[in-house]
């Protein structure tokens, strides 16, 4: 079954406006990780929650964690055309050292 | 933040050859780096975890024997696409990890290399 499972799979907003990011995943977790990825460009980490933290906040990204429901969301306020992007969430196990990433929502912000 | 650059950033090889991607670790020591594969609009698929001085650790389903990686330098790892086909076009990252940035868990992504197999 797969870790890291976004919702939705695209998003697509006017500028100005909030956007909102779900991700669900199935194992434990030491932390979950936000990324952000441009059309045929590398990641860019965004932000990180570690387990024992609810909520976090970055500038206009803010995250947070439900260990119980085993979900995480992704918030970014006042929307810009520049924030047009894939984002990907990101869990590390308890365990290993890996980092498993989910399948991605793909957010649009139109001028 | 830390920068982890890869080369080329795009090639495009005949079916048959080979093909090296280079992941360097810019301005901190990475002992451990990470190759990732990429599908259009699909997440990143774990290929392998790369470890300075000793062999790679493959996930399941991916050849040692066709994805070649060497991990000779704390700042370097290398992949190799053996024999390419055309089925192994397909964007490559690489991921490095900081652990000497304080706490930080943070893992640094390359640009990736667009790979075509004509």
């Known amino acids: 079954s797969q870790q890291g499972e976004e919702d939705p799979q695209a998003l697509s907003i006017q500028e100005g406006e909030n956007a909102t990011m779900n991700c669900s995943y199935k194992?434990?977790?030491?932390?979950l990780q936000w990324y952000r990825q441009n059309s045929g460009r590398g990641l860019v980490h965004l932000i990180l929650?570690?387990?024992?933290?609810r909520e976090k906040h970055s500038g206009r990204l803010r995250v947070t964690l439900d260990t119980s429901k085993k979900s995480s969301s992704l918030l970014i306020t006042a929307s810009r055309a520049a924030d047009t992007a894939s984002y990907f969430c990101?869990?590390?196990?308890?365990?290993?050292?890996?980092?498993?990433f989910g399948e991605g929502t793909q957010l649009t912000v139109n001028p | 933040g830390a920068v982890v650059s890869q080369h080329p950033s795009r090639v495009i090889c005949k079916s048959g050859t080979s093909v090296k991607i280079e992941c360097r670790s810019l301005?901190?020591?990475?002992?451990?780096m990470f190759w990732y594969r990429q599908f259009p609009k699909k997440s990143l698929m774990l290929m392998a975890t790369?470890?300075?001085?000793?062999?790679?650790?493959?996930e399941q389903g991916v050849e040692k024997d066709k994805f070649l990686i060497n991990h000779a330098s704390l700042t370097l790892s290398t992949l190799t696409v053996t024999s390419a086909h055309p089925e192994d076009s397909s964007f490559y990252i690489c991921?490095?990890?900081?652990?000497?940035?304080?706490?930080?868990?943070?893992?640094?992504f390359g640009p990736g290399t667009r790979l075509t197999v004509l």
């Open positions: 790369s470890n300075e001085g000793s062999k790679a650790t493959y």
């Open positions: 194992t434990s977790i030491n932390n």
């Open positions: 301005d901190f020591q990475a002992t451990t």
């Open positions: 991921s490095a990890r900081d652990y000497g940035r304080g706490s930080t868990d943070t893992q640094y």
């Open positions: 929650i570690r387990s024992n933290e």
């Open positions: 990101a869990t590390r196990g308890t365990s290993g050292s890996r980092l498993t």
